[in-house]
């Protein structure tokens, strides 16, 4: 969950404000640093593929594979926040995700948005 | 001979029954969930809008397939185009239960507002030719805003 990314105030890294707003509340964007963005690209292994396909013979959710785009998410976040704090922002603005299948049995999942300096509004 | 083919006959008609059967049991189950968490997530609120100042992303997705049944019936109505409302019944119960695990996510966290949500979806294949089947994905996210007191 991106929640979790407030941890990273305490364990010594740069906190950064992730929103998909343009701006964020009780701030002011003092310095744009362009576009950051955050990619992976995951397969299903075959453990969670016949979990699922047993799953699938009543329909309705898979968790397996929810879990595993979750955890793509998770993990695209983490590298678009990675280069975000390389090049010194402390917010990112605008956040989109996008989720496609590249392969059968394989999806990228791409996460971008703007790397900004912003400060609390006066 | 024929007593092989009666009984073939009897087990596919019986897995498609229990595929039938079992398919809008579970839809009907996850709408009552959905109506459920719907009521007790009610305070929460949702914009789309974008418009109002944010403070942290929230975001949930959920994988969704249809049950065999389902997907004959909507392999078959393809055949003659126009409206697939098995899909787009599917799809609607995805977003909202996205939607819903999206506001519980705010709730969570404190908040009591969800600004610029807005819904990532992509189709899974899942297998290969006649047994290959496709699985939706859908992500919903958003700005949670209005910390609670």
Redesign the interface.
Known sequence: MIETYTDNHHNGRVFVIVVNTETVEGMRTVRVLGLVSGSTVRARNVGRDFVAGLRNILGGELPEYTELLQESRNEAVDRMLEHARRLGANAVLGLRFATTSVAAGASEVLVYGTAAVVEPAR | MWTLVAVVLVVMSLSFV??AV??A???RL?RGRLRDEAARLGDVRLRSD?R????????A????????F??GWANFVRLFGGRIDVWAE?AARARQ?AELRVRA?AR??GYREV??L?F?????????GEN??I?L?V?A???A?DRAA
């Open positions: 229990t595929a079992g398919g049991v579970e839809a996850h974008g109002e100042k944010g403070e942290m992303l929230v975001q997705s959920i994988v969704v397939a249809p049950d065999p389902r997907r599917l239960d996510h969570r966290a600004v610029a807005r990532d979806q992509t189709t899974l294949q899942h297998g290969r290959a089947f699985a994905s992500c996210y958003g700005t805003r």
